[in-house]
C-alpha cells in the first residue's frame, strides 16, 4: 500500500506533457521578442557609430586638404591612410589610426564623394548602411556627413 501511493504522489509531482509544450513555447515567444527589440537596438546603435566615426574622417580629411590642398573627383577615403603619389614620404603620415578606421560598423568602406551631394562645395562622407548600396530605409539607410 505504501508503495502505491508513492508512485501516485511522484505522477502528480511531475509535468504532464502538455505543461511543457506550452511552457517551450512560452519560453520561445519571449525569446523571439527580446531577440527583436535587441536587433532592432543594435542596430539604431551602429547607426549611430557610424554617424559619429564619419563625423571624426571627416574631420580628418578637413585637415588633410588643410595639410595638402583640395581633395579631387576621383579621391577616395584610402587617402587618409595610403600616401598620395605627389606627396613625398617625408612629409607623410597617415590621417587615421589604422586601415580598419575606414569601415563603418558593418565593414564597408566609407565613401568619399568630392563634390559631395549634401555638401555640394564641399564633400561627403557616406556609409551606406548595413547592405552596403546606395539608398535603402532602416538599417540599410544611407549616413551622410
Do not use: C
Not at 563603418?104 to 564623394?113: A, E, I, R, S, T
Amino acid at each position: 500500500m505504501q508503495k502505491k501511493t508513492n508512485i501516485k504522489r511522484a505522477a502528480r509531482s511531475a509535468f504532464t506533457l502538455v505543461e511543457v509544450i506550452v511552457i517551450v513555447t512560452i519560453l520561445g515567444v519571449i525569446a523571439a521578442v527580446v531577440a527583436t527589440r535587441l536587433t532592432g537596438a543594435i542596430g539604431k546603435s551602429k547607426a549611430k557609430m557610424a554617424a559619429a566615426n564619419a563625423a571624426s574622417l571627416y574631420s580628418a580629411l578637413e585637415q588633410f586638404e588643410i595639410d595638402h590642398g583640395e581633395l579631387e573627383s576621383g579621391d577616395t577615403i584610402d587617402i587618409l591612410w595610403d600616401r598620395p603619389g605627389d606627396v613625398a614620404e617625408a612629409d607623410w603620415e597617415p590621417y587615421v589610426k589604422n586601415a580598419e578606421a575606414l569601415l563603418d560598423p558593418w565593414g564597408n568602406k566609407y565613401v568619399l564623394q568630392v563634390p559631395g551631394n549634401k555638401n555640394p562645395y564641399d564633400f561627403d562622407v557616406i556609409s551606406y548602411g548595413a547592405d552596403g548600396q546606395p539608398g535603402g530605409e532602416g538599417d540599410s539607410t544611407d549616413i551622410v556627413r
